[in-house]
């Protein structure tokens, strides 16, 4: 890297921009949120629940501590819906959209919080990738907003339909989980709709596997390629949801309170759909406090693998886990190089990739424990599955987010926030703090396992 880019980085620090960014929009909609307009009631929220709400929308987690339908006003509705769709496509995307709507240069400094934001590893191609981003968010969450207020007629006035229809495409396509349904009830009335399932699980799996596959997958019919990061996203991501899918329909067949009273389509409908949500999304056709507590672990895992990279979704990513699984079978099978598709991965991603599981392990055990002392009579799981949906900026619950206490709301929307900019900071810290050796020290050896 040329001298002067490299100082320029430096002065630029994309780090800092895009968290001073994502919490002054947070700040934002915390105060919008906190006026009595934004309420039904007209009364308003308390500061902290306010915090806590945008703070949900914008790291795109869905995890609240009111209702969403039932407490807040159109116009509160509507900030939520703004923020959701910052967070998900990202506030330095609209900046750059709007500077050339307005004819302005994109600066260099720019183009680097870019290519942070979008975890890319070049600015070449950056602005084209960023108009490519917002025209497939609005082309897929108009036509996925349609479909749904198709369905939504049926039950309701075309204007709220189509209104309904919008708020959860665009609140499931970047991966949020808000809901307008009411009663912390989600999609469970839509349990056997295959309209419904279908449409969300979509949105919440494009959503998920990031925009530079979705952009190479755009592009395919010409160029008849795909890159390794997009291979392992899409093979991994598959495999993830098939064999969490197949999982959950095998646990919770005769379940009473889960998929046991449905019909044969309808439980197949309700693992799909339970085994794409963990992936980042929050949405859910049935009620996971009526799982099995295998189920509720399985969810946990999934949970905490999270989405892809340079999407909406949270987690260490699905290219970190297939990364050390690599690891594991080539240690496995006696190998020294990782090879996927032919490439062999590098061993700086695989230190990455330790190195963000651990960090993320680490701090979801922190948050557990901390969240043990302040909710009390509380079993574990409850707690653990609450601070891994909001480390992995899920949105599902168990029940526990409405009756957190002041501080475990605090605790919780602290976590939501690291868990949206901590693995990519880390990451991102990483690659800046790479260092010339001018020396090395002897090898050694220790014993391992």
Not at 7 to 13: C, D, I, T
Not at 139 to 161: C, D, H, S
Not at 391 to 399: E, I, K, N, P, R
Request: charged fraction near 15%; aromatic fraction near 10%.
């Amino acid at each position: 890297m040329p001298t002067k880019t490299r100082k320029r980085q430096e002065q630029v620090n994309p780090p800092k921009v895009l968290v001073l960014g994502i919490l002054s929009i947070i700040l934002s909609g915390t105060a919008l949120l906190r006026l009595p307009l934004a309420t039904l009631d007209g009364e308003g929220i308390s500061w902290i629940d306010a915090l806590f709400t945008a703070t949900s929308a914008v790291c795109v987690t869905g995890l609240v501590v009111v209702d969403t339908g039932t407490t807040f006003s159109t116009f509160g509705q509507v900030v939520i819906l703004t923020l959701i769709q910052i967070g998900g496509v990202g506030f330095m995307t609209f900046a750059t959209f709007f500077a050339f709507l307005l004819g302005k240069r994109i600066s260099l400094s720019d183009r680097l919080v870019l290519q942070q934001a979008l975890n890319q590893n070049s600015i070449e191609g950056i602005v084209r990738l960023v108009l490519r981003i917002l025209l497939f968010t609005v082309v897929i969450e108009l036509v996925a907003g349609l479909i749904l207020t198709t369905r939504f007629a049926w039950e309701m006035p075309l204007g709220q339909a189509f209104y309904y229809g919008m708020f959860h495409a665009i609140s499931n396509f970047n991966n949020a989980g808000f809901d307008l349904m009411g009663g912390f009830t989600s999609f469970t009335n839509y349990t056997e709709d295959p309209v419904v399932s279908l449409v969300i699980g979509l949105l919440i799996f494009v959503g998920g596997i990031g925009f530079l596959v979705m952009s190479e997958l755009y592009e395919y019919r010409h160029t008849r390629r795909l890159s390794l990061h997009t291979k392992v996203v899409l093979v991994t991501t598959t495999i993830l949801t098939l064999a969490t899918m197949m999982i959950i329909l095998l646990i919770e067949y005769n379940n009473p309170k889960s998929l046991g009273p449905l019909s044969t389509l309808g439980k197949v409908f309700a693992s799909f759909f339970q085994a794409i949500t963990p992936r980042s999304g929050g949405a859910t056709t049935l009620n996971v406090a009526d799982f099995q507590q295998a189920t509720i672990f399985l969810i946990i895992v999934m949970m905490f693998i999270g989405a892809s990279p340079g999407s909406a979704g949270g987690g260490i990513k699905v290219t970190t886990f297939a990364t050390l699984i690599g690891a594991v079978w080539s240690q496995v099978k006696g190998r020294e190089d990782v090879v996927f598709f032919r490439q062999r991965i590098q061993p700086v991603f695989i230190y990455k990739s330790l190195t963000v599981t651990l960090s993320g392990l680490f701090f979801v055990i922190v948050v557990s424990i901390a969240l043990s002392l302040t909710e009390k009579n509380v079993d574990f799981i409850v707690i653990l599955f609450e601070a891994t949906s909001a480390f992995g900026t899920v949105g599902l619950s168990l029940g526990l987010t409405p009756e957190l206490s002041p501080v475990g709301r605090v605790i919780v929307a602290l976590t939501m926030f690291i868990g949206r900019i901590g693995p990519l900071t880390i990451a991102i810290g990483l690659a800046q703090r790479k260092q010339k050796e001018y020396y090395r020290y002897p090898k050694g050896k220790i014993l391992i396992g």
